[in-house]
């Protein structure tokens, strides 16, 4: 398995690529790589003659400097999870922060018609910026056919497929559906950092949201959102940042439901100073 940490080199391999007419995949990731990132890797490979895995921890998407310092890392490790898929059609990228920065660390500014203002947008200042410039980097560097993104982080999955409109950027986004423990409980990397009474609780997370989403057929999304938030307040081990059903579209919250709509129900829920997210699809 080729492991690439220059730009120059990935370039040439790019090239090369290129000229044998292959399709690339691509799937960006900050490492720490579980289950969830496999599955996207998967379907990259089913469905592309080489992918492309990229490992970067991006310091200008992280809001708080002790999140940034104290998020995993493991290379060897993530090497060796990408070999179980296989060892001949993937790519790993570990670009330096020159590749991605120059000598300026800091993120662009980026207007995504607002949908960066919504939820992950409230909470974490600055947050979509540091991910657009990561991604849009990425994205000239790799010129991929396809990227690949979890629907765990569906505002980010929306707000790349907004990047890629406005740049008009060649290249397909693929959403991929969230990949769940036994539990219901979504993979993440930050799952690690659970404790483990926090571990056995986590779970409430997903019960939850398929309970709302079987009131959504009939309640009203303030009426499920009163509900949710008396929910979170018997537990002890879980504190609800935020419950929205939003739009799917425009990641508005919603008020009047219109069949003609597609929604979501977003949460965000803090287990001590571990942070989680996740969303269902609720029509
Ligand atoms: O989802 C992630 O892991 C990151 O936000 C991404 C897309 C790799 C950008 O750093």
Known sequence: MEVLSTKENILI??????????????VPTMGALHNGHLSLVRKALNENDEVIVSIFVNPTQFNKKEDLEKYPRDLECDINLLKTLSNNNIIIYTPSINDIY????KALKFDFDGLENEME????????????TVVKRLFEIVKPDSAYFGEKD??????IKKLVEKFQLSVKVIGCEIYREENGLALSSRNQHLKSEQKKAAP?????????????????????TDWVIKEF??????KLEY???ADVKTLKENKIKSSKKSYRA??????????????????
Request: hydrophobic share 45%; proline share 1%.
């Open 233 to 238: 307040a018997k537990q002890k081990l879980l």
């Open 13 to 26: 391999l790019i090239k090369e690529i290129k000229a044998q007419n292959k399709s690339v995949g691509f």
């Open 121 to 132: 947008g409230k909470f974490r200042p600055g947050h979509f910026d540091g991910v657009g």
């Open 102 to 105: 120059g000598a300026n660390i």
């Open 154 to 159: 569906f505002q980010q999955l929306q707000i």
């Open 243 to 245: 419950f929205i059903i």
């Open 266 to 283: 977003f949460i965000a829920v803090y287990a001590d100073t571990v942070r989680l997210i996740d969303n269902i699809a609720l029509n």
């Open 204 to 224: 409430t997370i997903f019960k939850i949201l398929k309970e709302a989403k079987e009131k959504f057929r009939k309640q009203s999304a303030k009426k499920i």
